[in-house]
Every structure is written in structure tokens, then in C-alpha cells.
């Protein structure tokens, strides 16, 4: 993953109805400060702190976010609601619940009437909304296309040599490696 200084001013916001749900959104501020992208990370709940989120997001644009990346279980109303109230990019990260298992959140983001988009990534799938936001804002960051081509091949390449190992080793001395480590 590429290693690189991270701008001061944020550009993306993480924010999550709960601080229970940081574990799931902490890959992707991860990947964002692995990509040099300062993020502002935030509790605001739809229910709790209706006006705090309202003020928030109605704010975003003149703060100079240019994504939100919302996390939440259950009703998952904050990746919606946060849509609602601006023009700036809004994904949805599903947080895998005890009772449904982030079914309920993922079809409660994935639902959005017409008019009000949310993308929308897995249950649990923070890296890939870390991601995400990347590509987002690479549309308009040449330097951020390049670090997002590295980051493919490293992928690439990660798989290549666990083919390679897999030939190697065969499926038997291959499955010990992986439970040994």
C-alpha cells in the first residue's frame, strides 16, 4: 500500500451514528492516510444528534469535503440523511449487526428513493469505502491515479506469488504455511 504525507486539510469525512462502529470504518481512514488523504472523523448520529449531523453536513461543501464516507447499523439512516442534505458524494458502509447481520443496514443504505443517491459498499466492507473515496477523488488528482495503479499491482503481484507458492508447495504443504504463520 502506498505510504505518502497526508494533506493537511481534510477532504473526506468519516462518520459513524456510533463509536462502536469505528473498528469497521477504521480501514478505511486507514487507506485514506495510506494515500495521503486527511480525513475528519466524526460521531453524529440521525437519531441522537439530528441538528449536529443536519449542521454537518449542510457545512461540508463550504468545508472543502469533496466525499463523506457514513457508516451505520441497524436503520441506517445517517449514509441517507447526510445524502439528503448535500451534493457531495456519499457512501454507505453496512455495519454487520448482532441481530440481522448488517442485513437490515446494507438493504436500509442500498434503498435510497430515486433522487438521493448513496453508494453503497459490503457489510463491513470499510477498506473498500476507503477506497472508493480515493477513486473519487483520483478523478481529478493525477498523482492520486498513479498511487491507486501501484496499489492494483501490488495486488496483483500479491497474488502471482501466492499462485506461485500454491504451485510450488501444493495444496497440502501450501494449507500448513498459511495456518503456521
Known amino acids: 500500500m502506498p505510504s505518502a504525507e497526508i494533506q493537511t486539510k481534510p477532504l473526506v469525512a468519516v462518520v459513524m451514528g456510533s463509536d462502536s462502529d469505528l473498528p469497521t470504518l477504521e480501514p478505511a481512514i486507514k487507506v485514506l492516510n495510506d494515500f495521503g488523504v486527511a480525513a475528519e472523523v466524526r460521531v453524529l448520529s440521525a437519531h441522537?444528534?439530528?441538528?449536529?449531523m443536519v449542521e454537518f453536513?449542510?457545512?461540508?461543501?463550504?468545508n472543502g469535503l469533496k466525499v463523506i464516507i457514513a457508516g451505520a447499523g441497524g436503520a441506517a439512516h445517517l449514509?441517507?440523511?447526510l445524502a439528503s442534505l448535500t451534493t457531495i458524494p456519499v457512501i454507505g458502509v453496512p455495519i454487520q449487526s448482532k441481530s440481522l447481520s448488517g442485513v437490515d443496514s446494507m438493504l436500509s443504505i442500498l434503498q435510497m428513493p430515486s433522487g438521493i443517491p448513496v453508494a453503497t459498499v459490503a457489510i463491513g466492507g470499510?477498506?473498500?469505502a476507503g477506497l472508493l473515496a480515493t477513486q473519487i477523488l483520483g478523478i481529478s488528482d493525477e498523482k492520486m491515479q498513479v498511487k491507486l495503479s501501484n496499489y492494483r499491482k501490488e495486488l496483483h503481484d500479491q497474488v502471482v506469488a501466492k499462485d506461485q507458492s500454491l504451485i510450488d508447495l501444493g495444496t497440502k504443504d501450501y494449507l500448513k504455511a498459511m495456518f503456521n504463520k
Do not use: C, D, H, V
Open 48 to 52: 441522537r444528534t439530528p441538528l449536529e
Open 57 to 62: 453536513a449542510q457545512m461540508a461543501i463550504s
Open 79 to 81: 449514509p441517507g440523511m
Open 126 to 128: 470499510g477498506l473498500n
